[in-house]
């Protein structure tokens, strides 16, 4: 049987080589672990915010300015809260509210946009639904 080289003879060398092997399983693993968390997070706070903008800003065909301020997500209640704040350009006034998007627990996420200073101008007397949907985690064969 063929001994070890004489650099890994010596102790140290050897707890560096373990530690170097230990430290590349853990980064496997950790790799791993990111992906299969990732997967199973709602929607990204970003991308709600940019598609609850786009919402209004299609609703209300560019007459307000409409700018997100912060979007937060409650896991308990599986829902987002984005704040945003609009305002007419020809006007100094603005507004600030939130909208609530809540979780139907298979991905999906409805709000109710219920405020009359932004829809009454627009010639709005009912609510408008505002929903998402995030992207489906099944994978199926090819």
Known sequence: MKSL????????WIAIAVLAVCLIVTNVQLVQLKSSV???MPISPALVAERVEGDLIGLSEGRYEIEIQDVRYNVREDAYQVSYEWGNPEESQGWQTSLTLTGDGFGGYLGRLQNTQFL???GRDLD????MQSASSFKGES
């Open 5 to 12: 080289p004489a650099f890994l003879q010596k102790p140290e």
């Open 38 to 40: 990732a997967s199973g």
């Open 128 to 131: 408008v639904l505002i929903s």
């Open 120 to 122: 009454k101008p627009l």
